[in-house]
């Protein structure tokens, strides 16, 4: 109660008044701008309060008025005592007569009874004790009623309005009555004590607050005003009940007399100042700290601003040691491929994810591993992607959700191996301070060069999951599992992902969820149809209606008639192969079509008759669509993209294929094939590497080739190109020729991976 002790109300509470806490009491804001401190701790006294009030304002500069209707005054402030005392019942009113005796002379005769009894018992000794053996103050209980009524008193009588009527002066004279009956009854003795010093004290406090902080000319005004006619409602029917008891018993002042003084009455006084009090408090201090509407504004603008720059400080900033520490640990463009894959999304589609049930309690379960299997070409990647976009949002929204994924894909080895994957989610995870780890394996490596081995890292992971608080939710999410390479060895690249994903959600199922997406292999099968499953094969048929619903649209095919347009949709939506990959690689033959003036309805209703039955049936017209004579280029070009170790620039390719303007790499092999991005060339999808590869035995296309023949055919293709260079080159010159260093750095590779060298 801002200073106040919530004192015992009779012999019967077991509790110490100073055992209670004090709410903060509100101040003023400082005249150079600076707030003063917002609350007084319990054993600050009503003193320390009222230094806190404002000094008085400097004139402002006269400024010059606008023309115009002269700006009313303000009404007089209310009299709150007066407003308190007319929303009594009439009886308690006639208990209650105006009286226009000066608060201030009231207050005088709680100053004069309590100074009284305190000297009668100096004799007796200063303390005194009660039956349950807890020690009252009585020198502190007088210091307390005599400290606040003598603040009270200094505020009133420099107010230049305070109560006329004489209201507040009865609920003054209570205190004085209850101080003159005090008997012999040590228990008694110490209830009135207890309670005269918190009627004082709260008197004190609202008559402080009425002068000083009432009609700031802010927005608050009225709700501190409201707060205190209902305190002042309630210590007049409190007052009330005290002269109804007084006069009853008049005759024989007895302790019956004062038993509302401290039991029942006091109780629910009690309970209404403390609602008030909490209440004014509030307004109080918004009207002090904002000061009017402009500072309330600012003030809640940088607090924003700095609540704002507190969170990206505890969830993302970092020193520069610490961004130099998660870069070694690594510089991966992890997010390249997500915003990739958000461009190719088109409108709602995934959403029936996010609102099925098994994505929700998923989102909510720790421990729980969400598996979305499906077919090459299905949508899964696109559909990950939403999900990230997703969890992404709501991390941001809350400090203690993490997130962190990885794309495998299968035209970069990099994004294929475990080592690479588990660094990333290092430094996706990591927060300022970094865990010991970390930092100490920086500490280790950074400067001789050197790089540690893949359980050591993974062993960091695990410290980083580990700093995670308990009530945080980890996210991760995981593209492709089928696209990390799986081989015959026991130790091959696959095994251990699986192994890590498994191991990763049992050591930290009260924090981590997992989810990934794959083709349903039979290893990755085995390891994750125990867990949670969504079969994305299912649902495909809505997405794909939004796709071709989409592309019918927009430029060109929105061209065609209402007729044609329906039959495209028709066609596409009702086929038994219902893949994205399908439905993209239609709708983009049928956009390259040479819309004619006339006849051309016809063409399309033929052409659509016509369509590929499937996703294999698509890519083998395809290839039977390349010129002749491009067949050669196309095969070695392909066969390079596939068989890779790594992402290649579009002019390393032109350069294998003797060809002087790089665009012919995509001409000769079509978009539908390759794709090109950043001078970047690699397979339009996973599912044309698919095709291409094919094994030894069996009738194929000619730019279709098995592993090992690949191997062998980019073997003599870079051993050849090597051997034709018949003098040595300066490191200017073997930049030019991006294939002569791909050859260097490679020919090895193929070598191994066409089985003719162990």
Known sequence: MGGLRALCCSSADKNDPDDHPSPNRPLHQSQNGQNAPTGVNQGSSLTDVTQGKPEEKPKEEPVEKPVGKPKEKPPPPRNLWKEAYDGLDRSSQDLLPENGKPATDAIQGVIDITTAKYKEFQKGGLRIHRKEKDDINIRDASMKILGAAMKAKDVISTAVSF?????????????????????????????????????????????????????????????VDEALLRAYSAILQFTAEIKKSEKENEAVRTWKS??????????????????????????????????????????????????????????????????NQVKWMSEFNFSGRQNFLQKKRTGDTGIWLLDSQEYTNWMVTPGNLLWLPGISGCGKSVLCSTVIHDLGEICELDPYKYLAYWYFHFGDDLTKSVYSMARSLIRQLSRSPLPSSLVKLWDKHHLQGSEPNLQTILGVLDDVLSSIPDQGHVYLVFDALDECPANTTADSERKSLLSVVVDLLERHKDKVHILATSRPETDIKEELEKFSTVDLEAHLAEDVKQFVTAAISRDPLQKYSEEIKALIFHTLVTSEERRFRWAE????????????????????????????????????????????????????????????????????????????????????????????SDEKIQLAHFSVQEFLIVSEEGSHHECQFSAANGHRSLLTATVDYLLEQTKELTPEEATERPFFLYASKNWSTHATASGDID
């Open 258 to 323: 004062i038993f509302p003084l401290t039991d029942q009455a006091l109780s629910t006084l009690k309970v209404a100042v403390a609602e008030q009090k909490a209440a004014a408090d509030q307004w109080i201090g918004l009207a002090a700290n904002l000061g009017d509407r402009e500072r309330a504004k600012e003030h809640l603008a940088k607090t924003d601003a700095s609540l704002e720059a507190t969170r990206k400080l505890e969830d993302k900033a970092k020193t520069v040691e610490e961004e």
């Open 163 to 223: 109560d006329p009527t004489g209201h507040a002066s009865s609920a003054w004279t209570v205190i004085s009555f209850g101080m003159s009956i005090v008997q012999n009854r040590l228990d008694r003795r110490d209830a009135i004590f207890q309670s005269s010093a918190y009627l004082t004290e709260n008197l004190s406090w609202f008559a402080i607050v009425d002068a000083h902080y009432r009609n700031q000319e802010v927005d608050t005004d009225k709700h």
């Open 585 to 676: 690689l239609q709708i983009q033959t049928l956009e390259k079509r040479r819309k004619r003036r006339t006849g051309d309805d016809e063409d399309i209703k033929e052409a659509l008759k016509k369509i590929p039955k499937d996703l294999e049936d698509t890519y083998r017209r395809i290839l039977n669509s390349i010129e002749p004579d491009d067949i050669p280029l196309a095969r070695n070009i392909l066969m390079l993209i596939c068989l890779s170790p790594a992402t290649l620039e579009v002019n390393t390719v032109a350069e294998m294929a003797n060809l002087d303007n790089p665009d012919d790499v995509v001409n000769i092999c079509t978009t539908s094939l390759l794709s090109l």
